[in-house]
């Protein structure tokens, strides 16, 4: 009996052991293959990777015998080589994240400000404190692509102080309101008549030399805006924008004013032929500009009363920019004039084209009134 259990305890003993070394084999079988495995992946990479060098003219080496070294490390030592070595038509650059266009109403708006001449203004305050306006006096959002490229056009004479606050109001404005926009002072030069209507033509011809605009803001150069909500950029429909004069006392003076500040879209500005040349001194060229528009079928549209207000710097009336004693005679023929005085007939003469850090002044010789008629 007692020689029965043994040989049975001995027999299990040995199935036991026969069982561990099975599981041993096993075990010492898969970290062969997984080893060798290993190794094949190492050797067989290597060759292609040799290969592929060997068809480019570049060879790699690197030793995977050395402690530590593994395959992974062999690959990412072997792409820090690569960019260097790589065929310039193989590499692929960066994609950069498109820039979204500009809202219609940018978030950085305040609303009403607070206007005042009474501070002295220079030109390098402006320009310190404006240090994103190129030179000429051109701007692009950098955050936004903005739907429209704007010229600002100022006719101009003898206004150098007025233009300081003009620089110093309106770039931050059109900043806050994410205008891609260029300023452009259209300087008549000579004592002759002042023609408002006429310089702003020129303004127009000049600022589509330099670039690629599609809208245009008519401004003059002693009126500032008293909200940025008040959007300088162009609209279906030709747009007034100084509607609200402190002058006039915060009120449209009548119906068909257009004077002050106003813009109009490229095809809008061509349909009524620009404006006229004919106006020389003060007065009459907003009231044909207005006709103009009605009589081609469009409307003059303005921003909220509250929006639009403006305040003017106080100044004399310009020497030689006398009131037109002919200007009612001619607002009531601007049906018959407008196809032959135009931007078809402009003719004028640029002296000096010149870009400075916050504007670009064009100096222009636009010609002489006409006598006037001898009234006996």
């Known amino acids: 009996m007692t020689r029965l259990m043994l040989g049975r305890t001995l027999e299990r003993i040995c199935k036991a052991v026969l069982l561990l070394c099975l599981v041993h084999f096993v075990i010492m079988m898969i970290l062969y293959f997984d080893v060798y495995s290993q190794r094949f992946d190492q050797i067989f990479s290597?060759?292609?990777?040799?290969?592929?060098?060997?068809?480019?003219?570049?060879?790699?080496?690197?030793?995977?015998?050395?402690?530590?070294?593994?395959?992974?490390?062999?690959?990412?030592?072997?792409?820090q080589l690569l960019p260097t070595v790589?065929?310039?038509?193989?590499h692929t650059p960066p994609t950069t994240k498109p820039i979204p266009p500009c809202p219609e109403i940018p978030p950085g708006l305040v609303g009403r400000l607070l206007i005042e001449f009474?501070?002295?203004?220079?030109?390098?305050?402006?320009?310190?404190?404006?240090?994103?306006?190129?030179?000429?006096?051109?701007?692009?959002?950098?955050?936004?692509?903005?739907?429209?490229?704007?010229?600002?056009?100022?006719?101009f004479r003898h206004r150098d102080n007025h233009l300081k606050y003009w620089l110093h109001y309106l770039h931050p404005i059109l900043r806050r309101q994410k205008?891609?926009?260029?300023?452009?002072?259209?300087?008549?030069?000579?004592?002759?008549?002042?023609?408002?209507?006429?310089?702003?033509?020129?303004?127009?011809?000049?600022?589509?030399?330099?670039?690629?605009?599609?809208?245009?803001?008519?401004?003059?150069?002693?009126?500032?805006?008293?909200?940025?909500?008040?959007?300088?950029?162009?609209y279906d429909q030709p747009r007034h924008f100084a509607i609200a004069m402190d002058k006039f006392g915060f009120r449209l003076p009548y119906a068909g004013y257009f004077g002050g500040v106003s813009g109009l879209s490229k095809k809008q500005f061509l349909k009524i032929n620009g404006f006229p040349n004919e106006y020389w001194g003060w007065g009459g060229e907003d009231d044909d500009i207005y006709n103009r528009i009605t009589l081609n079928g469009m409307k003059v549209v303005r921003p909220d009363v509250r929006i639009g207000r403006y305040r003017m710097i106080k100044h004399e009336?310009?020497?030689?920019?006398?009131?037109?004693?002919?200007?009612?005679?001619?607002?009531?023929?601007?049906?018959?004039?407008?196809?032959?005085?135009?931007?078809?007939?402009?003719?004028?003469?640029?002296?000096?084209?010149?870009?400075?850090?916050?504007?670009?002044?064009?100096?222009?010789?636009?010609?002489?009134?006409p006598p006037r008629p001898f009234r006996g």
Do not use: W
């Not at 290969?51 to 490390?73: E, F, K, M, V």
């Not at 030109?123 to 010229?151: L, S």
């Not at 032959?340 to 916050?358: E, H, M």
């Open 179 to 234: 205008i891609d926009y260029g300023i452009y002072i259209i300087t008549q030069l000579g004592e002759e008549t002042f023609n408002r209507a006429k310089l702003l033509n020129v303004g127009y011809t000049e600022a589509l030399k330099d670039a690629e605009y599609d809208c245009f803001i008519f401004s003059d150069v002693d009126l500032i805006p008293m909200d940025d909500r008040n959007l300088y950029h162009c």
């Open 86 to 90: 790589r065929p310039e038509g193989n």
């Open 46 to 79: 290597r060759f292609n990777n040799g290969r592929n060098a060997s068809r480019n003219g570049h060879h790699y080496y690197y030793n995977l015998s050395r402690p530590n070294a593994t395959y992974a490390s062999y690959l990412a030592t072997a792409d």
């Open 317 to 369: 009336r310009d020497k030689h920019n006398e009131p037109n004693p002919q200007r009612f005679n001619k607002i009531q023929n601007t049906k018959n004039t407008m196809k032959r005085d135009g931007i078809s007939t402009l003719t004028y003469r640029v002296l000096q084209f010149k870009k400075y850090p916050l504007y670009t002044n064009i100096s222009v010789e636009i010609g002489k009134p």
């Open 118 to 155: 009474a501070s002295q203004m220079t030109m390098e305050r402006v320009q310190k404190e404006n240090p994103n306006v190129t030179e000429g006096g051109k701007y692009t959002p950098p955050d936004c692509r903005a739907k429209q490229k704007v010229a600002i056009i100022i006719p």
